[in-house]
Nanobody
Framework: QVQLVESGGGLVQPGGSLRLSCAAS????????MSWYRQAPGKERELVAA???????RYADSVKGRFTISRDNAKNTVYLQMNSLKPEDTAVYYC???????????????WGQGTQVTVSS
């Protein structure tokens, strides 16, 4: 049974930082690209960042230069370091595996509970 457990969110002031973690289980973590998505109220879920099993990365234009995705295959965990946070980064953040590196989208239809990130003064 696949489990994705996100943590690390919270309330932070504009310009602040947070580090999100996602612990994955139930599948061979090292074999898949992993990704972070976010969903703000009233908006569709969007891809924020993704990383291959060999650490190639890509980012949404809105977070380039501010967010860094990384993974630890030994711990089955993917991270998202978020710096210079802006109010528009406010959303629930989720992780998932990717079907491939060619934009086919997320792999698992069963999502974790997500972690809330709120950027506000």
């Amino acid at each position: 049974q696949v489990q994705l457990v996100e943590s690390g969110g919270g309330l932070v002031q504009p310009g602040g930082s947070l580090r999100l973690s996602c612990a994955a289980s139930g599948f061979t973590f090292a074999n898949y690209p992993m990704s972070w998505y976010r969903q703000a109220p009233g908006k569709e879920r969007e891809l924020v960042a993704a990383i291959t099993s060999t650490d190639s990365t890509r980012y949404a234009d809105s977070v380039k230069g501010r967010f860094t995705i990384s993974r630890d295959n030994a711990k089955n965990t993917v991270y998202l370091q978020m710096n210079s946070l802006k109010p528009e980064d406010t959303a629930v953040y989720y992780c998932n595996a990717e079907q491939d590196w060619y934009g086919s989208g997320w792999l698992f239809d069963s999502w974790g509970q997500g972690t809330q990130v709120t950027v506000s003064s």
